[in-house]
T-cell receptor, first 113, second 110 residues
Framework: EAQVTQNPRYLITVTGKKLTVTCSQNMNHEYMSWYRQDPGLGLRQIYYSMNVEVTDKGDVPEGYKVSRKEKRNFPLILESPSPNQTSLYFC????????????FGQGTRLTVV | RKEVEQDPGPFNVPEGATVAFNCTYSNSASQSFFWYRQDCRKEPKLLMSVYSSGNEDGRFTAQLNRASQYISLLIRDSKLSDSATYLCVAPPTGFQKLVFGTGTRLLVSP
């Protein structure tokens, strides 16, 4: 089954404690991205990756890091989480960046206290 | 002006009603358009693509108006299960991302 898998689904953490949200896809897609979704603001892109070892900033990259060492995996790293990073996060993958269907992971609800 | 704008709603309609949403986009270079459906706190899923000639899939019809830079989604014979948020997507050519609207919420009641 074609899918994008995110973990964890829910996470409560404290300010400053480094965390990683994993994302893996089994569709051999080259393009992957991370979004955060906040009420009234919609989905905003954090980072994206065109291929292995190729990553770039999206609209709201501050406070986040990513890596793309393997085609299937695209983890999101919060080195020092802050309360304003409390949000619903989605990983997505697609064959091409702008004109094909994007497949989303089930989301990670992060709360930073 | 936002790149993609949608009326947030909610649109409250009875079962069986016909409802339409519009979405305006600012970048005239946009080539591909999509409607995604998102159930509460779940991941967005592709509902349908929007072609220049329009697109129909069962009870759903999507139209593109390039002159006025908007796309529309028409849902006929609404079902309770259509209750969701509908996200408009209009990525500009050459940009490495999908640009999502904030979504229009639809509530279908018995």
């Amino acid at each position: 089954e074609a899918q994008v898998t995110q973990n964890p689904r829910y996470l409560i953490t404290v300010t400053g404690k480094k965390l990683t949200v994993t994302c893996s896809q089994n569709m051999n897609h080259e393009y992957m991205s991370w979004y955060r979704q906040d009420p009234g603001l919609g989905l905003r892109q954090i980072y994206y990756s065109m291929n292995v070892e190729v990553t770039d900033k999206g609209d709201v990259p501050e406070g986040y890091k990513v890596s793309r060492k393997e085609k299937r995996n695209f983890p999101l790293i919060l080195e020092s989480p802050s309360p304003n990073q409390t949000s619903l996060y989605f990983c997505a993958s697609s064959l091409f960046p702008g004109n094909t269907e994007a497949f989303f992971g089930q989301g990670t609800r992060l709360t930073v206290v | 002006r936002k790149e993609v704008e949608q009326d947030p709603g909610p649109f409250n309609v009875p079962e069986g009603a016909t409802v339409a949403f519009n979405c305006t986009y600012s970048n005239s270079a946009s080539q591909s358009f999509f409607w995604y459906r998102q159930d509460c706190r779940k991941e967005p899923k592709l509902l349908m693509s929007v072609y220049s000639s329009g697109n129909e899939d069962g009870r759903f019809t999507a139209q593109l108006n390039r002159a006025s830079q908007y796309i529309s989604l028409l849902i006929r014979d609404s079902k309770l299960s259509d209750s969701a948020t509908y996200l408009c997507v209009a990525p500009p050519t050459g940009f490495q991302k999908l640009v999502f609207g904030t979504g229009t919420r639809l509530l279908v009641s018995p």
